[in-house]
């Protein structure tokens, strides 16, 4: 009975654990618990039981486990065959438990006991094929965890593996961990390719360092690498840059008597031709070729690219004949499109054309889809004329031009400028049959814009109905910014407008360069209207829209609909950031409302908005025209012990020295000279100066004297001058006190020797004997 019980506890547990797991927000962390209590990779696929979150197994579950991981290895083999079936997504069973996991949102637990009795009628191969068919990787290891904690059901093998197999496309390496605990725990046999996996997973997260740990679980485990896991390893150490130590994985698999195969060598030279060590990846194809292991046609078209990035045809050449004469491969079709493609994407239009030719005299068919990587990269570099004589080319050997072919000429002319004769292609377009799609149109619309014809552009829009086209998105979008850049902002958000009603959204991005430019001519309300229009039509409004618009009152100085548009952040649920309330404290500091200035740095600081250096250039100016230097001096306290800011106190002293305020710079001196570093002495050197200006050589003195105790010295030239207002104020003592602290620095150069030679009968009267 107690056991009924407990199973019955089970099944109500996993009825509810279900809706909660694939509902909640932490759903999308599935390994929350483990990112909360990290523990090394070595002892974490070694905790107990106790440290997950399964409970401990009965005595019957323990009882299945033996009889259900007994002959494992003969059933996976059978399995893996059919995990392979495309027609397993197409069964009935796999599609319905598709879509009760699409509708995890709206569980119930009628809907939850249809699904767990659906799972049990599920072969292990259709389970992986459930799992395979989650667009996100979360959601299938979610419904992992939740199937595998079904009362009376256990996963097979194979499911374990395929989950790993899932993860090794994700960086959510803590769940590979995870269900790599679970298979150690439930004692199912652990394969070679399990751990690669599981660095996989690693490399993706950035990782290598934890990838190359996994080999020491292995060992701990008594799990003996294979070729799959060193190549996976190879390969992490490429992704990460690690050259070096990627060979001395090499050099490992020749100890433990794993011969490298061809996979492992050109996961090498892909290495070498990223960190453009070409000589050493042609050096491992001669060492392949000593240890017998020859190199494929792989082998060789990374080199071959690498040399197409440079254009040396010499090069490749040389790769072609010994790809002939010491490895017996004949370049086929795949290495002339190869060379045609990468050829093509360097901007290296002739030499493309160079090898078409060649690949036709070998009786190689070119279509299409080479000839349009050549006439792209023509446009690109605005070669048209080029462009349009392979279009012509094409159509005399019987390769018709596709509309993606068309496009690009008509992209390239528009960029030249020939926006006439786009417009006449596209005509041609008709009427050879080949009929022009939303991107042909866009290319032709775009170039209108650029070129100043944006009203020309809006008709053709407006005619996309009797041309059996549908403008999308990025249509609207190049007719904003078109006519945002010709100064007519009435037409840009009529097209905004339209937009909207035709179901399409600005982007965030798009609505600001607007609202910008309407800020920009004064236009602030027009801007406001716009974003209450996107925002009430659903479009994603954020922050910087609403800071943008209150930034255009805050330049007509108008604060209360300012204030107005930040209260209306709020109550779209927008948070204002630091850029926000500095363009409010701004403006007040510009009308002299300090009071109202200093509330809402108080209200910034109290959101726990981060102040931004523009923001303490602001309140600094400000306050400093203002003369209240010791609220300014307060409000600073508190803001640099949210975010320090090194130069606040020395834009502080520079600012009340633009202004004349000497005194108040002084008394600050102090804290300036904290640090004595090289932005402090440019403060001190602006006070030094704007007293000698004022005519107070003997404060420009004791600022200079400040700077020798802190072991700063000053500028010579400037004291120079120091020296001889205060002579001719009649402050010689003063005068030779400063030269002789050069003196005891030697900072003195042969130029002033001459100089010296006044006071050096002072000086030697004042040095200790």
């Known amino acids: 009975m107690l056991l009924i019980f407990n199973n019955a506890l089970q099944k109500q547990a996993s009825r509810t654990t279900f809706y909660h797991a694939f509902t909640s927000s932490s759903s999308l962390n599935p390994n929350k618990n483990l990112q909360n209590n990290p523990y090394t990779l070595i002892s974490s696929f070694n905790c107990s039981s106790s440290s997950n979150n399964y409970g401990s197994s009965t005595e019957e579950e323990e009882e299945k486990q033996v009889n259900f991981n007994h002959n494992n290895s003969q059933q996976i083999q059978g399995l893996k065959r059919g995990e392979n079936d495309r027609d397993e997504i197409k ?33 292990p191969s259709q389970i992986c094929t459930v799992l395979q068919n989650q667009s996100d990787a979360r959601i299938a290891l979610q419904f992992f965890y939740w199937s595998d904690r079904l009362w009376r059901y256990q996963h097979h093998p194979v499911v374990y593996n395929t989950m790993l197999e899932i993860l090794s496309k994700t960086s959510l390496y803590q769940g590979a961990k995870r269900v790599i605990r679970l298979m150690i725990r439930r004692r199912i046999e652990l394969r070679p390719e ?27 485990a008594k ?19 690690k050259l070096e130590m990627a060979m001395k994985i090499l050099s490992r698999m020749e100890l433990v008597n794993v011969s490298p195969d ?23 194809i001669e060492d392949m070729r000593a240890k017998g292991c020859l190199p494929d046609k792989v082998s060789y078209h990374i080199l071959m690219c690498y040399y197409c990035k440079d254009n040396r045809i010499e090069e490749i050449r040389v790769l072609m004949d010994e790809m002939l004469n010491k490895s017996k491969l004949i370049a086929d079709q795949v290495t002339y499109n190869m060379l045609i493609h990468m050829l093509s994407k360097y901007g290296y239009g002739f030499e493309a054309i160079s090898f078409v030719k060649e690949a036709e005299d070998r009786d190689f068919s070119v279509d299409k889809v080479e000839y349009s990587a050549i006439i792209h990269s023509f446009c690109q570099k605005g070669d048209v004329d080029k462009a349009k004589e392979l279009v012509e080319e094409m159509c005399a050997k019987g390769c018709v031009p596709d509309v993606v072919t068309y496009t690009d000429v008509i992209n390239g002319l528009c960029s030249v400028g020939k926006v ?12 050879i049959g080949c009929k022009p799609n939303t991107v042909s149109y866009t290319a032709l619309l775009n170039g209108l814009c650029t070129n100043g014809r944006s009203l020309e552009a809006k008709e053709m829009l407006n005619m996309s109905e009797e041309e059996w086209w549908v403008p999308n998105s990025i249509t609207y979008s190049v007719l904003i910014h078109g006519f945002r850049r010709e100064g007519k902002l009435t037409e840009a958000h009529e097209v905004i407008s339209e937009m909207i009603r035709k179901g399409f959204s600005p982007t965030p991005a798009e609505i600001n360069l607007l609202i910008q430019s309407l800020c920009q001519e004064g236009r602030p309300n027009d801007a406001k209207k716009l974003m209450e229009e996107c925002l009430n039509k659903g479009c994603d409004v954020n922050a910087v829209n609403f800071t943008t618009v209150i930034h255009g009152f805050c330049q007509k100085e108008d604060l209360n609909s300012a204030f107005s548009v930040l209260d209306d952040m709020y109550l779209n649920n927008i948070k204002p950031d630091a850029v926000t309330y500095t363009a409010i404290i701004d403006t007040l500091g510009k009308k002299g409302d300090i009071e109202k200035a200093i509330e809402m740095i108080g209200k910034m600081l109290h959101k726990s908005l981060i102040p931004t250096p523009v923001t303490y250039r602001v309140v600094i100016n400000r306050f400093c025209q203002h003369n209240r230097v010791s609220e300014l001096l307060s ?29 108040e710079a ?87 020797t001459k100089e010296m030679q006044r006071f050096s009968t002072r000086v030697e009267s004042l040095l200790p004997c």
């Open 91 to 123: 069964h009935p069973l796999v599609k319905e438990v598709c879509r009760l996991i699409d509708l995890r949102f709206k569980w119930d637990p009628n809907l939850e006991d249809q699904l767990r009795q659906l799972i049990r009628s599920l072969k």
């Open 194 to 220: 399990s751990y690669g996996y599981l660095m996989i997973s690693f490399s993706r997260a950035g990782n290598w360092r934890k990838a190359l740990q996994v080999f020491s679980v292995m060992e701990k």
């Open 223 to 241: 799990v003996t690498p294979n070729l799959f896991v060193y190549n996976v390893a190879v390969y992490v150490m490429v992704k990460a840059c």
């Open 262 to 284: 061809v996979v492992t060598y050109n996961c090498l030279i892909k290495g070498y031709c990223d960190a453009g060590r070409v000589q050493d990846a042609m050096d491992l």
């Open 420 to 431: 006439d004769e786009a417009k006449k292609l596209i005509q041609r377009m008709w009427k």
């Open 635 to 663: 409000l600073l306290e508190k803001m640099l012990s949210r975010a320090p800011c090194k130069t606040a106190y020395n834009q502080v002293i520079e600012k009340l020295c633009c202004l004349g305020n000497l005194n």
């Open 666 to 752: 002084y008394k600050l001196l102090g804290r300036v000279l904290r640090t004595a570093s090289r932005m402090d002495a440019n403060s001190c050197h602006m006070l030094i100066e704007s007293y000698l200006k004022k005519g107070d050589p003997l404060s420009s003195y004791k600022v200079a004297n400040r700077m020798f105790s802190r072991n700063l010295v000053p500028d010579w030239k400037l004291c120079e001058n120091v020296s001889k207002s205060l002579a001719v104020n009649g402050l010689s003592h003063e005068a030779d006190e400063l030269m002789l602290r050069f003196v005891e620095r030697g900072k003195l150069s042969p130029k002033n």
